[in-house]
Each structure stands twice: as structure tokens, then as C-alpha cells.
């Protein structure tokens, strides 16, 4: 069965910094790509980043470029989002999600449960 | 940024109904659409990607069309469990973007 289950979330002062993690279990993480998607508290769903299955290519919105930062370490079947600078527009629920395709990413078909990010 | 805009924003309808929500590219995106139900407090869920794919365990009564810029999610019978969320979602380019959501609602 496939999991995904994030972590890291909390409380945070404007200008801090948080590290979310996403444990991926159930399939072969190495071979899919990834991706962050957000959604504040009420409102609709912001898609934040992408990362390959390799790590090599990497996308970011533009509202989180220069202050997040997406890795993953296959060895560990584990995708980070590591957020730094934050405001408090930042404020939302943090899923990561799986890339249907192996070779079309884009739509996502497994998500985790998401944790709360809370900037204040 | 190409925008989404779905309609309407929220929907009265009651059980037995077929419902239609419209979804708009601002720009041609193909067929790299895909429609995804949130329930309150749950993550989505995958309901149709490449525009008319029925993802893996969703019920038939879904269904979707359209390409290009204009695409519809079709619900053929609604059932109790199916008022709720529902968001499209351009993969054609990034950034990758979703539509404002419609809300359905029961009548």
C-alpha cells in the first residue's frame, strides 16, 4: 500500500525557518517524481514544487522561489521541503504528492495527510 | 502563470442529479488536465487525469472531456458522498495551477 506521511509542521515567528519531511512507503520511490502542494486555511490548493526522481530537475512557484528549498534522498525513500525566510502568507497545510506517470508527471495520485504550517 | 478558472464556484443539486462543472485554461494546455474531490480536512483525491482518464477506482459516474483550453468534469448520478470540493488542475507548463474550486452542495 502506498503512504506518505509528512512531518515537521508547527508554529514559526515570521523570518524563521522550518524543515517539512514526507516518508514515502508502499512503492518504488527512487523511480517517481514529487511534489509539494499547499493549501491555507479555507482556501484553494497552490501547487509549491516539484522535484525529479533523480533530483536533478527541480521546479519552484514563483511565491516560494529563493526561500524553499526541495530535496530527497532515495537511500532513505524520504522528500524534504526545507522552508526558510517564511511569511505569514506561508500559512498553510503541506501535502506531498506523487507523480502519477513515470514518464508524464504532473497529475497526482497518492498524497500524504499534510501537516500544518502556522507563521505568526 | 496560466490561470484556471473553474465554474460555477459552488453548486446546489440534489441526489440523483447529473452535474457539470466547467473548467478554462487561459492558454491551450492539450489534455494535461486533471480533476481532483476534497473532502473537509482530507487530502484530494485523483479523479480524472488526461482529461477523460478515469484514475484507477473511481466510481464510472465520473467522467471528463474537453482539450485545449475548455474542459468539463461530469458527475452522472450524484450520490450523498459526492457533495463536496472539487478543483481542476492545469500539468501542461509550469508553474503548475489549480482552478479556485467549486463547492457542491446538496440541494
Known amino acids: 500500500e502506498v503512504q506518505l506521511v509528512e512531518s515537521g509542521g508547527g508554529l514559526v515567528q515570521p523570518g524563521g525557518s522550518l524543515r517539512l519531511s514526507c516518508a514515502a512507503s508502499?512503492?518504488?520511490?527512487?523511480?517517481?517524481?514529487m511534489d509539494w502542494v499547499r493549501q491555507a486555511p479555507g482556501k484553494g490548493l497552490e501547487w509549491v514544487s516539484y522535484i525529479s526522481s533523480s533530483g536533478s530537475t527541480i521546479y519552484y512557484a514563483d511565491s516560494v522561489k529563493g526561500r524553499f528549498t526541495v530535496s530527497r534522498d532515495n537511500a532513505k525513500n524520504s522528500l524534504y521541503l526545507q522552508m526558510n525566510s517564511l511569511r505569514a502568507e506561508d500559512t498553510a497545510v503541506y501535502y506531498c504528492a506523487r507523480d502519477r506517470n513515470i514518464a508524464v508527471a504532473g497529475s497526482f495520485d497518492y498524497w500524504g495527510q499534510g501537516t500544518l504550517v502556522t507563521v505568526s | 502563470a496560466i490561470r484556471m478558472t473553474q465554474s460555477p464556484s459552488s453548486f446546489s443539486a440534489s441526489t440523483g442529479d447529473r452535474v457539470t462543472i466547467t473548467c478554462r485554461a487561459s492558454q491551450g494546455i492539450s489534455s494535461y488536465l486533471a480533476w481532483y474531490q476534497q473532502k473537509p480536512g482530507k487530502a484530494p483525491k485523483l479523479l480524472i487525469y488526461?482529461?477523460?482518464t478515469l484514475q484507477s477506482g473511481v466510481p464510472s459516474r465520473f467522467s471528463g472531456s474537453g482539450s485545449g483550453t475548455d474542459f468539463t468534469l461530469t458527475i452522472s448520478c450524484l450520490q450523498s458522498e459526492d457533495f463536496t470540493t472539487y478543483y481542476c488542475q492545469q500539468y501542461y507548463s509550469y508553474p503548475y495551477t489549480f482552478g479556485q474550486g467549486t463547492k457542491l452542495e446538496i440541494k
Open positions: 488526461a482529461a477523460s
Open positions: 508502499g512503492f518504488t520511490f527512487s523511480s517517481y517524481s
